[in-house]
């Protein structure tokens, strides 16, 4: 096969700066692999006239149509991210009959279907391993090399500004405003965070990764989402003291007797779960399926490199499939439609920090309140430390249903001898 296929590349920022370079650097090897040289035509940039290295000067254009109406270009690669112009680039591309390899988690996580819809229209590939962990495979994998499981549970560490966070405050004690700032300061924190800091980020990641494990159409509204504002340097202390890591996590979960649970929030892993020494902005999934048993992708989540590794290989994949007439070989594999579990009704364990007054029949009352709402306790922990007549308290429940916890938040609320409800978090432990 003598044919060249040339790509039309959409963005030279981070990741497309990647994309040049590991074609550049490894072209011998991806023409082996491929049967034929992968080579770019076009780049769509903003300012056409600023000097790029790497980059040929005649490839440059401010110009979407110049890569559309290129009848040589066969693969759009889209690495702008954000929803607009990138969505419409992408639906223009398919109707074009060109193929589309993307990074953009926004637009697959809200637009997933509809992307598909118009690849299979037009015969075309959609590829978007790099939406999700960065250099880490998990989407192919989940396309293909998993599918002989049914995957009952998966779940990550998505998002490398709040792994990052969560890391310094567990190492060094430090509080969520100072290490804010740190991420900022090197570049892994956003001027605005509320993306990452929130659960945003991840919930987007969650809702591909939980659409593709359980085959069934999972929307971002679908993911119940809580950030990481709330931890505190005292909540890491106790989960520490009780064998636990504080980590945010996107979960998905298909329990046979609810439907589809999906969410993200920060959780209280045991330090023996493999998750638990994931550290700094690096991100991993864990993965349960009833044949594989357990298995964990680990690596970068982020950066020019790695992200442009995964792209470049849905470039490859793609390629051969231009070559081989193999083009829409795999494409939506939301072929399911389970039901969703509503979040009142997802269980866990939970970790309930509570200031109370220092006082007799104090730790009864809040017994009897856990109780009424039919909620056991598995441990309590009365610290040492006491401020102003006042104790602190740290329960972990068993096993119960998020409306009981949220019943049983209500109640504590109204009884005299708690002062403040400082935290609530999930614990994942063997119960779950």
Same mark, same amino acid.
């Given at each position: 096969m003598d044919k060249t296929v040339y790509i039309g590349l959409l963005g030279a920022g981070t990741v497309g700066s990647g994309v040049i370079e590991v074609l550049n650097k490894n072209a011998s090897e991806i023409e082996a692999r491929v049967g034929a040289p992968v080579k770019i035509k076009k780049v769509l940039v903003r300012d056409a006239k600023k000097v790029r290295d790497g980059l040929d000067k005649a490839t440059v254009t401010d110009s979407f149509d110049d890569i559309l109406n290129d009848k040589d270009i066969s693969i759009v690669v889209e690495v702008m991210g954000g929803m607009n112009p990138a969505k419409d680039y992408m639906l223009r591309a398919f109707n074009a009959g060109k193929c589309v390899v993307t990074a953009n988690k926004d637009v697959i996580a809200a637009c997933g279907k509809e992307l598909f819809d118009a690849a299979k229209k037009n015969s075309a590939d959609l590829h978007?391993?790099? %939406?999700?962990?960065?250099?880490?495979?998990?989407? &192919?994998?989940? $396309?293909q090399s998993l599918t002989a499981n049914k995957i009952t549970e998966i779940m990550g560490i998505v998002n490398g500004t709040t792994n990052y966070m969560l890391t310094k405050m567990t190492e060094v +004690?430090?509080? !969520?405003?100072?290490?804010? $700032?740190? =991420?900022? *300061? $090197?570049? !892994?924190? *956003?001027?605005?965070? /509320? =993306?990452?800091?929130? +659960?945003?980020? @991840? @919930?987007?990641?969650? =809702?591909i990764l939980a659409s593709l494990a359980f085959n069934t159409r999972i929307s971002l509204d679908d993911v119940a989402v809580e950030g990481i504002t709330k931890i &505190?340097? #005292?909540?890491? @202390?106790?989960a520490r003291e009780l064998g636990y890591v504080i980590k945010l996590l996107a979960v998905g979960k298909d329990i046979p007797s609810k439907g589809i649970d999906v969410r993200v929030h920060p959780v209280l892993l045991p330090a023996s779960h493999p998750l638990s020494a994931v550290n700094g902005v690096f991100n @991993?999934?864990?993965?349960? +399926?009833?044949?594989?048993? #357990? =298995?964990?992708?680990? +690596?970068?989540?982020?950066? %020019?490199?790695? &992200?442009? /590794?995964?792209?470049?290989?849905?470039?490859?994949d793609t390629a051969r499939d231009i070559l081989y007439g193999a083009v829409g070989r795999i494409g939506c594999t939301c072929y399911n439609e389970k039901p969703l579990c509503p979040v009142e009704e997802t269980e866990s364990s939970y970790y309930v920090r509570l200031l109370v007054k220092d006082e007799p029949g104090a730790l009864g009352n809040i017994a009897t309140a856990f109780g009424k709402n039919g909620v056991s306790l598995k441990s309590v922990v009365q610290t040492t430390k006491a401020v102003k007549h006042k104790a602190e308290i740290v329960v972990i429940t068993h096993l119960v249903k998020h409306k009981n916890i949220l019943g049983t938040m209500e109640l504590l609320n109204t009884l005299p001898v708690v002062d403040t409800i400082k935290n609530v978090i999930r614990v994942e432990n063997e119960e779950c």
């Open positions: 978007f391993e790099a %939406s999700v962990g960065g250099g880490i495979p998990i989407i &192919t994998p989940l $396309k +004690g430090a509080d !969520y405003d100072a290490v804010l $700032k740190e =991420a900022q *300061e $090197k570049g !892994y924190a *956003e001027a605005n965070p /509320s =993306a990452d800091v929130d +659960g945003l980020d @991840a @919930a987007r990641k969650a =809702a &505190t340097p #005292e909540d890491i @202390a106790f @991993a999934i864990f993965v349960r +399926g009833n044949a594989i048993g #357990e =298995a964990m992708f680990y +690596g970068p989540g982020a950066g %020019s490199l790695p &992200t442009a /590794s995964a792209v470049v290989a849905d470039i490859i």
